[in-house]
């Protein structure tokens, strides 16, 4: 049963990693479909509703994102050189990026909250149905994609783990390569959606 | 039928590998394509059976309404019987079954590309199932919307929808996992010599249904996490009191299951490109036509979903490009349907089972593909939409189609999955009776379809008796078959004659090693140097 006749296929591996990150692409790909027909039919909603998120977090929010998906790149860069340690150490910076992203979103999600804004509250409600769909869009698109950043430090921590152990190692880097590839993409949907919900004023 | 021949014999998978105690664990912890793929065969049967019995309990009430169930339970009873044939029978059906098995032996591979991971959707496909099941036996009452859990019912109902779409989701998981394993397999897995175009046609067809696994399912997961978020946040994407709108949902869900309904289809087309040119001696007529139809079936197939909406409230324009598009399926279907023909004319027929299922199969496609041209068409369409034509219709593609290449493919495939023979004369008794018994029981759907009598209703006025008579004998003789044919399998299992190595003749790699197949397939991994059905060649030496 086991076929493990030491071969391994780089490539088979990293092609089963893109097809996954198409199939993600599809699930986030219906949520981005919703909020086109939902913005094209409440516009001036959307754009006005938009101005009550709070930018300045939002926009720490991308650039804590985008200096993690750097920093996984680096560490990739490392382990091809051999530096297993300095790659563990980018690898925990990342990690702890993706948790203080998802933290700052808890206390936007939080403020939120606390002044009765979620779905099905009964102040959302009173509004108008542009902005009621606004921010049903606003938590479930960002809930599903913070799913997503926390799922990524899970395996990053994991991907930590076996290059301390070195199991990744300068010949064997094809689980941190694609843990790398997922995390892009985590950052990817990040750059679609802080358009869509800050700037869109 | 070729001689026996006495290849020694290394061993099978089903040898115990002594890393466990109990077989059971055994089995579950397995990474073996041939162990995976005998798991979900016997899963299948199983739940295609539990379906059977549903299905025949909905005919039964339907002789005289309230006789045997109440409407409430009548909901319950299509809705399980839906939900259980298309999500745990008939979309997993013959990728996870025969895929699983036969792509590494038909390409020449020792496993498929992640093991792991197909053991993982193994256990996804377990987890799904299981969590459906619970859906009827928690506390309330179990799901009653149909299987396309349409809002807004499926939020409003009290009934346990949010369990069952919750299985659903983990199915569609599992599905998505075994197709992006299958596409990467072939992609790098063939043996050498084992260009594209050498490749046998069925594991064309799984190349296709891979992307479209791919490709769709993560739609419907969306969907269905919207129903969830629907019915326990509030979110009301498809409320139009919020906002949303209702005929949203009917887009995203045929977005996915549209295609999906090639995911069943694809692959059954698949095994009867198989057994068609091993059953007539014959290499299959247009080969590269057949293969890229496949591929040609799965894009259009991409762009018809809409065909399913068109009194749901669309543009004119719409329903015109979604007809057109619908007609444009029938020519990758038509090819595939004219090249088996073709393959059989002046062939050497063996007119054993194997090719009387797919031969039914053809028969019965072809009428289920041109009732589809019918009801594709805008103006038939509003008469026929949502009655029994639909019913009669779809169980003839998916139930004549896939259902019975399933059937075929287990009589091909049995020797080389069992090591045994099962009786050629009481499977063709069980084929006749199925094939009768069908044909009462769907085409009666036809008529009373045309006669405007709708889908689903538990109740009917009296002019619709005589043809829900009728269908439900049909009923009786299907089951009968059924029975027949799997009693001949299970008593073949324990009892059957010991099958050789190639007893049909077959050229493909499958028919090369052992009956049932070693542990890792191949001693040496075999280098190609021919197409798959080199029957041809042979005739003219």
């Known amino acids: 049963m086991s076929t493990e006749t030491g071969h391994v296929d780089h490539l088979g591996k990293k092609m089963g990693m893109w097809f996954f990150l198409f199939t993600e692409i599809l699930f986030f790909g219906g949520m981005f479909l919703l909020y086109a027909i939902f913005r094209s039919k409440y516009a001036q909603a959307f754009h006005a509703v938009a101005a009550e998120e709070n930018l300045l977090l939002g926009t720490i929010n991308t650039v804590i994102l985008l200096t993690s998906s750097f920093t996984i790149a680096l560490s990739i860069a490392a382990v091809k050189r051999g530096e297993n340690i300095l790659s563990s150490h980018l690898q925990l910076a990342t990690i702890l990026m993706g948790f203080a992203f998802l933290v700052i979103k808890v206390f936007e999600w939080n403020a939120k909250i606390t002044l009765g804004l979620y779905p099905d509250s009964p102040l959302l409600l009173k509004r108008g149905k542009g902005e009621i769909l606004f921010f049903g869009l606003y938590y479930v698109i960002t809930g599903l994609h913070g799913l997503h950043v926390l799922v990524g430090c899970i395996v990053i921590a994991f991907m930590l783990f076996f290059t301390r152990r070195k199991t990744i190692d300068r010949g064997n880097y094809a689980r941190l390569e694609n843990t790398g590839l997922y995390w892009h993409f985590v950052d990817i949907v990040w750059i679609y959606l802080y358009p869509l919900f800050y700037l869109i004023t | 039928m070729m001689p026996r021949s006495d290849v020694p014999v290394a061993g099978s998978f089903y040898d115990r590998t002594g890393k466990y105690r109990w077989i059971v664990a055994e089995w579950m912890m397995s990474t073996d394509h041939k162990r995976i793929g005998v798991m979900y065969l016997m899963a299948l049967l199983s739940f295609f059976s539990v379906g059977v019995v549903l299905g025949f309990l909905i005919r039964l009430s339907l002789l005289s309404p309230g006789w045997l169930v109440d409407q409430q339970t009548y909901n319950e009873l299509f809705t399980l019987h839906g939900v259980i044939q298309i999500f745990l029978f008939i979309i997993p059906g013959i990728p996870v079954a025969f895929g699983n098995i036969f792509i590494p032996l038909l390409i020449g591979a020792r496993d498929v590309a992640f093991p792991r991971i197909n053991r993982l959707s193994w256990w996804l496909y377990v987890t799904g199932a299981v969590i459906i099941l619970l859906s009827l036996f928690m506390h309330g009452r179990p799901p009653d919307t149909g299987w396309?859990?349409?809002?807004?019912?499926?939020?409003?109902?009290?009934?346990?929808?949010?369990?069952?779409?919750?299985?659903?989701?983990?199915?569609?998981?599992?599905?998505?996992?075994?197709?992006?394993?299958?596409?990467?397999?072939?992609?790098?897995?063939?043996?050498?010599?084992?260009?594209?175009?050498?490749?046998?046609?069925?594991?064309?067809?799984?190349?296709?249904?891979?992307?479209?696994?791919?490709?769709?399912?993560?739609?419907?997961?969306?969907?269905?996490?919207?129903?969830?978020?629907?019915?326990?946040?509030?979110?009301?994407?498809?409320?139009?009191?919020?906002?949303?709108?209702?005929?949203?949902?009917?887009?995203?869900?045929?977005?996915?299951?549209?295609?999906?309904?090639?995911?069943?289809?694809?692959?059954?087309?698949?095994?009867?490109?198989?057994?068609?040119?091993?059953?007539?001696?014959?290499?299959?007529?247009?080969?590269?036509?057949?293969?890229?139809?496949?591929?040609?079936?799965?894009?259009?197939?991409?762009?018809?979903?809409?065909?399913?909406?068109?009194?749901?409230?669309?543009?004119?324009?719409?329903?015109?490009?979604?007809?057109?598009?619908?007609?444009?399926?029938?020519?990758?279907?038509?090819?595939?349907?004219?090249?088996?023909?073709?393959?059989?004319?002046?062939?050497?027929?063996?007119?054993?089972?194997?090719?009387?299922?797919?031969?039914?199969?053809?028969?019965?496609?072809?009428?289920?593909?041109?009732?589809?041209?019918?009801?594709?068409?805008?103006?038939?369409?509003?008469?026929?939409?949502?009655?029994?034509?639909?019913?009669?219709?779809?169980?003839?593609?998916?139930?004549?189609?896939?259902?019975?290449?399933?059937?075929?493919?287990?009589?091909?495939?049995?020797?080389?999955?069992?090591?045994?023979?099962?009786?050629?004369?009481?499977?063709?008794?069980?084929?006749?009776?199925?094939?009768?018994?069908?044909?009462?029981?769907?085409?009666?759907?036809?008529?009373?379809?045309?006669?405007?009598?709708?889908?689903?209703?538990?109740?009917?006025?009296?002019?619709?008796?005589?043809?829900?008579?009728?269908?439900?004998?049909?009923?009786?003789?299907?089951?009968?078959?059924?029975?027949?044919?799997?009693?001949?399998?299970?008593?073949?299992?324990?009892?059957?004659?010991?099958?050789?190595?190639?007893?049909?003749?077959?050229?493909?790699?499958?028919?090369t090693i052992s009956s049932p197949p070693p542990h890792e397939n191949f001693r040496e991994i075999p280098v190609i140097s021919r197409g798959p059905y080199p029957y041809d060649e042979e005739a003219v030496r």
């Not at chain 2, 007529?285 to 139809?293: M, W």
Request: charged content about 10%; aromatic content about 18%; hydrophobic content about 50%.
């Open chain 2, 148 to 511: 396309t859990f349409y809002v807004p019912y499926s939020i409003r109902t009290p009934a346990n929808i949010s369990t069952a779409v919750l299985g659903v989701f983990v199915l569609g998981f599992s599905s998505i996992l075994t197709g992006l394993n299958f596409v990467t397999t072939i992609h790098r897995m063939r043996a050498p010599g084992m260009t594209w175009f050498r490749m046998p046609a069925f594991v064309w067809t799984l190349y296709a249904t891979g992307w479209v696994q791919m490709l769709a399912t993560p739609v419907l997961a969306i969907t269905l996490l919207f129903i969830i978020l629907g019915r326990f946040f509030g979110v009301g994407f498809f409320d139009p009191a919020k906002g949303g709108d209702p005929i949203l949902y009917e887009h995203l869900f045929w977005m996915y299951s549209h295609p999906a309904v090639y995911i069943m289809v694809l692959p059954a087309m698949g095994i009867i490109s198989e057994i068609v040119p091993v059953f007539s001696r014959r290499a299959l007529f247009g080969y590269t036509a057949v293969c890229l139809s496949a591929l040609g079936i799965a894009i259009v197939g991409y762009a018809v979903w809409g065909h399913h909406m068109f009194t749901s409230g669309m543009s004119d324009t719409a329903r015109v490009i979604f007809s057109f598009v619908t007609f444009l399926v029938a020519i990758p279907s038509g090819v595939k349907i004219f090249n088996w023909v073709s393959t059989l004319y002046k062939g050497s027929i063996a007119l054993d089972a194997p090719l009387i299922f797919a031969l039914s199969f053809i028969f019965l496609f072809s009428i289920g593909g041109l009732t589809g041209l019918i009801i594709g068409s805008l103006a038939p369409n509003l008469h026929l939409h949502g009655t029994y034509f639909i019913v009669g219709h779809f169980h003839y593609v998916m139930f004549g189609g896939a259902g019975f290449s399933i059937l075929a493919g287990l009589h091909y495939w049995f020797p080389k999955i069992t090591g045994r023979m099962y009786s050629e004369k009481k499977a063709k008794i069980g084929w006749l009776n199925l094939f009768v018994g069908f044909n009462i029981l769907y085409f009666s759907m036809f008529v009373l379809g045309f006669q405007g009598m709708p889908r689903r209703y538990f109740d009917y006025p009296s002019q619709y008796h005589m043809n829900h008579v009728i269908s439900t004998v049909g009923s009786w003789f299907l089951a009968v078959g059924l029975i027949i044919i799997f009693w001949n399998l299970i008593r073949a299992v324990f009892n059957g004659e010991k099958a050789s190595m190639n007893p049909w003749g077959g050229k493909t790699l499958e028919w």
